[in-house]
């Protein structure tokens, strides 16, 4: 059963049979007007389901492409997260760090550290530079929030042993 095909039903009368016809009943001839074709009930359908879907999914692609432009993640940095704190938000700078560090290999399959001169390094030894590089990136990490700046904090704090109202944060420390 092939839905996609029409049904042209087409009836043949052998030369003989026709001379006895007037010239408008000849079944071989074609008349002026087009042929009478019959689609298939599915046909039918399908293409009505294909007409009533094809726009509801290019709106619903319209739709998405909207909300996915708003949610990249470099306006994230440049407008701010909606998880960040609403009072420090006008203060916020963007800066762009290398983390250097990465792992590599020589062509013999030898595994090397990536070092690059006069950059912080973060990973590797503890060391006086490593600690300070960190302390130097993770600056202001900590900050105490007063009045109407905290009221905007209410449900997503808790309280600690020492009184203090803390928020969740992550921090990945070399320590």
């Known amino acids: 059963m092939n839905f996609f095909r029409a049904d042209k039903s087409t009836q043949y009368v052998s030369v003989e ?3 006895e016809c ?3 009943q000849l079944p071989l001839r074609r008349r002026p007007s087009s042929p009478i074709v019959s689609v298939s009930r599915s046909y039918y359908f ?3 389901l294909l ?3 094809f726009p ?3 709106i619903a692609l319209f739709v998405l492409h909207t909300r996915l432009e708003g949610a990249r993640i470099d306006s994230g940095f440049l407008k701010g997260f909606p998880t960040e704190l609403e009072p420090i938000k006008g203060v916020l700078a963007s800066e762009t760090v290398r983390f250097t560090g990465g792992l590599h290999f020589y ?3 030898t595994l090397y550290r ?3 001169e006069g950059q912080p390094q973060y990973v590797g030894p503890p060391s006086p530079e490593i600690d300070a590089a960190w302390k130097r990136l993770l600056k202001g990490q900590y900050m105490n929030l007063v009045g109407s700046e905290a009221s905007s904090m209410v449900g997503r704090t808790w309280k600690d042993d020492h009184g203090n109202y803390e928020i969740a944060y992550v921090s990945h420390s070399p320590k």
């Open 46 to 48: 399908i293409s009505l």
């Open 17 to 19: 049979e026709s001379s």
């Open 51 to 53: 007409f009533a879907v």
């Open 56 to 58: 509801v999914l290019v």
């Open 114 to 116: 990536e070092v690059i």
């Open 22 to 24: 007037s010239e408008d």
């Open 107 to 109: 062509k013999n399959g």
